[in-house]
């Protein structure tokens, strides 16, 4: 019960704000007016008929009297009574007709006032509905509105926020692959250096161990060629996955990784040759 009253209050309080109950008064005062107008029509239309029964009988009766005038001087006593008769009933007649006539005026403005509140009361009606047609156009269109205006607003934040999920995502391949990279060359260079100083302690007589070295060499130079293209190739998927944005940035850090690994290349190199001068000096010393 609780729940269907505050449906009901709910539903008044959106009828009035509305402008329905107001129409459905209109309605009701219509149907009442319509109503009285057709009872003042009756009643005038009774009226009229009554003054012409009246005003017909006394027509009547007046040419009766006429007639029986005109024959006065053979009158007998049935004549008498019948003149006294018609003359009375003339009077009563007379009368008759005054009431009618009165009862018609009365009709007749009641009529006029019933048909005047009747139309008065179908132009409020034709209003309110008029109303109450803009009123839901306004609603409409402000319900599209705000539809419209939700929608933009949820479909541009959705864009935002995949743009920035993109490029939190871009950006984190691309440090990943940054660091793996420079990783990846810091650990070669390592090696390569370790590999060099393993190299430096072999005594240089030893004719055997040339051949191994040249190897390891070779071997440190294609380990660092192919850390060079797995950098590379890194860094060009990183800037692939940020929608072009950061490829300028991976081809820079590229760079930047093939000149670090160059400048490892020429300090293993500048070791080398120094380890070979050492050994022609040692050689040249023995």
């Not at 009226?47 to 053979?74: C, G, K, N």
């Not at 004549?79 to 008759?96: I, P």
């Not at 990783?183 to 191994?212: I, K, Y």
Request: charged residues 25%; aromatic residues 4%.
């Amino acid at each position: 019960m609780s729940i269907r009253r505050s449906a009901e209050r709910l539903w008044l309080s959106a009828a009035q704000a509305s402008g329905i109950l107001e129409i459905e008064a209109s309605k009701k005062a219509v149907a009442a007016l319509e109503t009285a107008l057709e009872a003042a029509t009756n009643r005038r239309a009774a009226a009229l008929a009554s003054h012409d029964e009246v005003v017909s009988q006394h027509a009547s009766t007046q040419q009766q009297l006429t007639s029986l005038m005109q024959r006065r001087e053979s009158w007998d006593s049935v004549d008498v009574t019948r003149f006294t008769e018609l003359t009375a009933k003339e009077h009563a007649l007379k009368g008759g007709i005054s009431a009618a006539l009165h009862e018609r005026s009365e009709a007749e403005v009641e009529a006029e006032r019933a048909q005047r509140s009747y139309l008065r009361a179908m132009q409020d009606k034709y209003a309110a509905e008029i109303l109450l047609g803009e009123k839901n156009k306004l609603l409409s269109t402000g319900v599209w509105l705000a539809l419209l205006a939700c929608n933009t607003t949820i479909f541009v934040g959705t864009q935002v926020l995949l743009q920035r999920r993109e490029a939190h995502r871009a950006d984190f391949l691309r440090e990943a692959a940054t660091s793996a990279a420079v990783a990846a060359v810091a650990a070669e260079r390592e090696r390569l250096f370790r590999q060099g100083f393993r190299a430096a302690s072999v005594r240089p007589d030893d004719s055997r161990g040339e051949a191994p070295q040249g190897r390891r060499a070779a071997g440190g130079s294609a380990a660092v060629a192919d850390a060079e293209a797995a950098a590379e190739a890194a860094e060009e998927a990183a800037a692939d996955e940020e929608f072009g944005r950061g490829r300028d940035e991976g081809r820079a850090s590229g760079v930047i990784g093939s000149g670090a690994v160059g400048l490892c290349t020429e300090g293993d190199a500048g070791g080398s040759r120094e380890w070979g001068g050492r050994s022609t000096g040692q050689g040249r010393g023995g």
